[in-house]
């Protein structure tokens, strides 16, 4: 039997030191110093986190005895942000690919016994253990093409114990890779087989029981619902969006997907955010999430997988200033999606983002639809060091490769966990 040793974050050296040669991304990188497009720039680490940025030839001399590591012109990024995925389930659904191959909606799918409901099975029949074997590699996936900080959701236990081992599985995940994981309760997710017919009662359980529960525990970062005509009504989500402010949780919503349920515009009622999905997203949502400041996160990756054909309002969000962050979403029914890079080319190809505004979706806004947006999104004095070295001559290279993983260096929570 092979052994799979997980290095720790301490088994990585340290970043500290005086970054020298490093091209920043047009428009992504930096708050501190102007530097103009092109130039050089230095970035100086000392105890993994960015004490200065600027031009090359101007870092402070307090700072010249530290080690220098010469990036050689390499293109500088800020780590990448994953700010949707369901990266701990059990099981796979590769069946239901070929369901809708055949013509099943997803609708139908769902009806037919498949869907969230088949990764409640097998996630319910999965040890915390055997679920931190299954969320490893696909974690570490997205890590080895500069991810530095992902969310990742509950949602396939419906059940006090089983979202709880979810949630504790993540949290392990984080700490045994070293990256930064948000955590958030997507308790209602669906319907569990035991409460068909009793969506209020399974709702007060969600509200009263299981949030309560795990919020004490340390395990919410963030409350999702997935707000939909096969999931929970309007009036079900304000409930759990009311329980999480009770707990002064934030909140987030897979809105708009299949259809406009109007839950964009009461999620930004009580301030969310993101939403999520948003393809059926009205005007009057739209207006409603610039006003509060809520994210637009888009998924092509589920977009594509379900071969769905109404896009996203993706002119009127640009025209009224809401951020685009793009995310994964990966799952295991409708996103099985383990590249960041490529959702970020989808997101031109399909719903037509200009590359700054893609590679924008994967770092900045991402950090801000994950509430991180003071410590993740940008390379910036003051922040953890989390920036990421491409051999590219040119920013778009990023959106327009896919299929390999081109990171030459990652530096990640102050260390380096690639390159040198």
């Not at 931190?132 to 530095?148: H, I, K, S, T």
Request: aromatic share 6%; proline share 6%; hydrophobic share 45%.
């Amino acid at each position: 039997m092979t052994t799979t040793t997980i290095p720790t974050p301490q088994s990585h050296p340290s970043a500290d030191g005086i970054w020298i040669g490093l091209r920043p991304a047009p428009g992504l990188c930096t708050a501190d110093l102007p530097v103009p497009e092109g130039a050089a720039t230095c970035v100086v680490v000392q105890g993994g986190t960015v004490q200065w940025v600027g031009p090359e030839d101007a870092w402070p001399a307090a700072w010249n005895a530290l080690p220098r590591f010469d990036a050689r012109g390499a293109l500088a990024t800020p780590g990448l942000v994953d700010c949707h995925t369901h990266l701990v389930y059990g099981g796979q659904r590769a069946n239901e690919f070929a369901m809708r191959l055949a013509g099943a909606t997803y609708e139908e799918v769902a009806r037919a016994g498949g869907g969230i409901v088949s990764s409640v099975r097998a996630t319910r029949e999965a040890s915390e253990d055997e679920l931190f074997a299954l969320a490893l590699p696909r974690l570490q996936a997205l890590l080895d093409e500069g991810v530095c900080a992902i969310e990742i959701k509950s949602g396939y236990g419906l059940a006090l114990d089983h979202e709880r081992k979810q949630l504790r599985v993540a949290r392990r995940l984080g700490e045994a890779l070293g990256v930064t994981v948000r955590t958030t309760f997507l308790g209602a997710h669906a319907l569990p087989s035991e409460y068909a017919g009793r969506s209020q009662d399974y709702t007060d359980l969600v509200c009263k029981e299981m949030l309560p529960a795990l919020a004490a525990e340390g395990l919410v970062d963030a409350v999702d619902v997935f707000c939909e005509r096969i999931a929970f009504t309007l009036a079900e989500t304000e409930q759990v969006f009311q329980a999480a402010r009770a707990l002064g949780i934030p909140v987030k919503l897979h809105a708009e997907q299949l259809s406009d349920m109007g839950g964009a515009a009461l999620a930004a009622r009580y301030g969310a955010l993101s939403c999520d999905h948003i393809e059926h997203l009205s005007a009057d949502g739209i207006a409603a999430m610039k006003a509060a400041g809520t994210v637009a996160v888009l998924l092509p990756g589920a977009y594509y997988t379900l071969r769905d054909t109404h896009l996203p309002p993706i002119a009127a969000l640009r025209e009224a200033g809401v951020p685009m962050a793009v995310s994964t979403d990966h799952n295991p029914g409708t996103s099985p999606a383990l590249s960041l890079l490529l959702m970020a080319n989808m997101a031109c190809t399909l719903f037509r983002l200009t590359v700054p505004e893609a590679l924008a979706g994967i770092t900045t806004h991402a950090a801000r639809a994950l509430g991180l947006q003071d410590t993740h999104g940008l390379i910036a004095s003051g922040r953890p060091a989390n920036f990421v070295l491409w051999p590219f001559a040119d920013a778009a290279e990023l959106a327009y490769w896919f299929g390999h993983k081109p990171a030459r260096t990652i530096v990640r929570q102050g260390r380096i966990v690639k390159g040198a």
